[in-house]
């Protein structure tokens, strides 16, 4: 194929299809105003597969372009938000979506071999970065938004029901909220009524900690600086709360980079975060002194298990250990990598329920938020809570790169399709085959290491 101009007749079809992950999962990859972009500037055929619970109606985009259709067997290039049930893949397609099998998933591992069974190409949003390795297209923010919302509400309850009156009962769901600028308005009325009456007393300094500093680290603090809040550094909560210093008018957060949250294991060596990127294994948390600083944790940090973990089971229970009274009360876990960073997260969950309570001294859990314990958030897809915003922002980043795959010549070779460089990389198998740089997945995938890499 030589270009989009010229040869529409060889462009692939474009299919939006239904997700089906959960009840809740509302959200699209493309919006149907730059889908009729797309298809005015390629010509390309679009449909959309139904659904009776995806944000934007059928009607919009069949307005943009698009037929209606059931099945995505009329699509070439298949555009998805969550995994596609195995049962689901059909032959010679290109899926894009995210798959979670780059790290070897074992529960997306039959997914990922039929795709290969099947003679198809996939491409994983996770992996289009640029040169420097970012994230192109994300919903970071939104998981953000969505997390600093339900944790707020969730305590907002959880303290009521233990007899403590706080202004975040009032705090509703982030999916009950039309936007983000929605949340965020209420939130302000909230953090009124907080400079005004002020929060309670035996919850008081009031103080977040927030692990990270990255997108969606960015998305919580905009929702928690809808209060009145103030920024405290790390070196320096420990003493103003050692000291009582705060006041009940005030929320005050501690965002975390890595140098506050490990330190090098060798004697008298520095903090180095290209070292600590490079060999994680020099290093070791130091997280532990910071719990009995903190009202409620946010994580937002990116994690495998060659990294240190910053909340441990032991460390909650030694806190419990030390206290007259327990001061954490609440942790949202926004990054909720299971049995990882905050070791407690030990399942992941959904809208209906939420969350869970963890008993620090026995390392056990409770189902609800209501009761003795921290309450953990774990959400594992937050972004669907706010489907109309996080489709829209996920839309605008995605649209440059569907012209690229419609127009691919994915009869040749990888280096030769056409494919946008960007897209390349975010490659995982290609017509059937592991691409050179995900061939480690043999080793998930093919325990009597069978090579299904590209030649």
């Known amino acids: ?237 420990n003493d103003r709360v050692g000291r009582g210093e705060g006041d009940r008018h005030t929320v005050y957060l501690t965002v975390f980079k890595e140098q506050d949250l490990v330190t090098p294991k060798a004697d008298g060596a520095v903090f180095d975060l290209q070292e600590y990127y490079d060999h994680p294994e020099r290093y070791e948390s130091r997280f532990d002194r910071f719990l009995p600083s903190f009202t409620l944790l946010v994580n937002a940090v990116y994690w495998e298990k060659r990294y240190p973990r910053f909340v441990t089971w032991a460390g909650l229970k030694r806190l419990t250990e030390r206290a007259t009274r327990l001061k954490l009360s609440g942790i949202a876990d926004i990054s909720c990598d299971t049995h990882g960073s905050i070791e407690c997260n030990v399942k992941s969950t959904d809208s209906d329920m939420p969350a869970y309570r963890v008993d620090p001294a026995t390392g056990t859990i409770s189902d609800g938020h209501l009761g003795e314990g921290i309450v953990l958030l774990a959400v594992d897809n937050l972004p669907c809570e706010l489907p109309m915003d996080s489709s829209s922002f996920f839309s605008k980043q995605l649209r440059s790169y569907v012209p690229g795959l419609l127009a691919a010549d994915y009869d040749g070779s990888l280096g030769t399709s056409g494919l946008p460089p960007e897209i390349q990389k975010a490659v995982i198998v290609y017509n059937g085959r592991l691409t050179r740089d995900y061939e480690y997945l043999n080793g998930y995938l093919n325990p009597e290491g069978f090579d299904t890499t590209l030649p």
Request: net charge negative; charged share 25%; proline share 4%.
């Open 1 to 237: 194929m030589k270009s989009v101009v010229g040869e529409i007749e060889t462009l692939k079809t474009l299919l939006i299809r239904a997700e089906d992950k959960n009840r809740w999962e509302r959200r699209t990859p493309l919006v149907p105003a730059d889908l009729r972009e797309i298809i005015a500037e390629t010509g390309a055929g679009a449909f959309v597969e139904k659904s009776d619970k995806r944000v934007f109606a059928e009607d919009h985009y069949a307005a943009a372009g698009a037929g209606r259709c059931a099945g995505m067997a009329d699509g070439d290039v298949i555009l998805g938000v969550k995994e596609i049930p195995v049962e689901k893949i059909l032959d010679n397609k290109t899926y894009v979506f995210f798959s979670h099998t780059v790290k070897g998933q074992q529960s997306n591992m039959p997914l990922l071999r039929r795709i290969i069974e099947s003679g198809s190409t996939l491409i994983d949003y996770e992996r289009i970065t640029d040169t420097e390795g970012r994230r192109l297209i994300y919903f970071g923010p939104y998981a953000g938004h969505a997390g600093a919302i339900d944790i707020l509400s969730l305590m907002g309850e959880h303290w009521a029901a233990a007899g403590i009156d706080t202004p975040f009962a009032k705090v509703r769901r982030a999916h009950q909220y039309e936007s983000v600028n929605a949340a965020c308005e209420h939130l302000g009325d909230i953090g009124g009524r907080i400079q005004n009456d002020g929060l309670p007393r035996q919850l008081c300094p009031f103080t977040i900690g927030i692990l990270g500093y990255g997108n969606v680290s960015g998305g919580a603090q905009e929702i928690l600086d809808s209060l009145p809040t103030e920024r405290i550094a790390a070196d320096a909560i």
